[in-house]
């Protein structure tokens, strides 16, 4: 099946510093791709959808300044957490679709567990 | 988009069938009838979906009332490795962008 590879599994970082986060579809061209987070023992947010070429659209409450997505190619988005703090600590999990249709499925990556001290 | 109710959680006993319900009573006529599942640690995978019948893959199956007002997901073997988060998402076909909207799910948890 479909793989979608993000990295770092796992970031460490100080209060003010950015932090990107990579997802990459390894054996498919992703037009779109979502990032989500999710706090312990809660389910998975939707943030923002981001389109090959073209702006993310985020969804409502998200700070598209504090969370800047780009995704310059068909395999490749990244979303960098900018002036992280302590309360973005979270776990984010980026997916992608992998073709068009009515009832295509989401692939996800393996998330990535970022720690803000 | 619609909404699904899924209980909080459910046990079962390794070997065992499992069936977890979902009831989606506002379900509109293009809503498709998502199953994904959440290891610990991890970002979630595709179990299976399906629009008006039910439907057979090698991980589960699923069951969809003819009113299609609710759902069950079916495991026919529980192993320990199935102990996951479930969730029952309805996915749209008109004006789709793909995006699936997480409820809270059902915690499995499998018993040796």
């Known amino acids: 099946g479909a793989v979608v590879s993000q990295h770092p599994s796992r970031v460490i970082c100080k209060s003010g510093t950015s932090v990107k986060i990579e997802c990459r579809s390894l054996d498919f061209q992703a037009t779109t791709m979502f990032w989500y987070r999710q706090f312990p023992k809660q389910s998975l947010m939707l943030m923002a959808t981001s389109n090959e070429g073209s702006k993310a659209t985020y969804e409502q409450g998200v700070e598209k300044d504090k969370f800047l997505i780009n995704h310059a190619s068909l395999t490749l988005s990244t979303l960098t957490v900018t002036s992280a703090h302590p309360e973005d600590s979270s776990f984010y999990i980026c997916?992608?679709?992998?073709?068009?249709?009515?009832?295509?499925?989401?692939?996800f990556g393996s998330g990535t567990q970022l720690s803000v001290l | 988009d619609a909404k699904t109710t899924q209980p909080n959680s459910m046990e079962s006993n390794e070997e065992e069938p499992v069936h977890l319900p979902c009831n989606h009573s506002t379900i509109s006529g293009t809503d498709y009838i998502h199953w994904y599942r959440q290891l610990p640690s991890q970002g979630p995978e595709y179990v299976i979906h399906?629009?008006?019948s039910n439907v057979n893959n090698r991980m589960a199956s699923l069951a969809i009332a003819e009113d299609r007002k609710s759902s069950t997901l079916i495991l026919h073997r529980a192993t320990l490795r199935d102990a996951a988060v479930y969730y029952c998402i309805l996915k749209s076909s008109s004006g789709n962008t793909g995006k699936l909207i997480f409820g809270q799910g059902t915690t499995l948890q499998v018993k040796p």
């Open positions: 399906g629009l008006t």
């Open positions: 997916s992608a679709r992998d073709r068009q249709g009515v009832n295509e499925k989401l692939f």
